[in-house]
């Protein structure tokens, strides 16, 4: 199930993995990395269709 209450957010997870006692740097460095690639990757390979659409968006009466 998607909405239970063990389910959480990338983000909320990789924040999750923050403790008091310990930080281990590494899991958090690899969490944070797997949460931000795919919006990087998706950001440049659509970058000429966002582009297009913000001075499509800037053009008057056209």
Do not use: C, H
Not at 13 to 34: C, E, H, K, R, T
Not at 37 to 55: D, E, F, K, S
């Amino acid at each position: 199930m998607l909405a239970g209450r063990e389910t959480r957010t990338p983000p909320v997870a990789v924040y999750n993995m923050i403790s008091f006692d310990q930080l281990s740097w590494g899991p958090l460095a690899a969490a944070a990395l797997i949460v931000t690639a795919p919006v990087l990757l998706l950001t440049v390979l659509a970058q000429r269709q966002i582009v297009a659409g913000l001075t499509a968006g800037a053009v008057k009466g056209g």
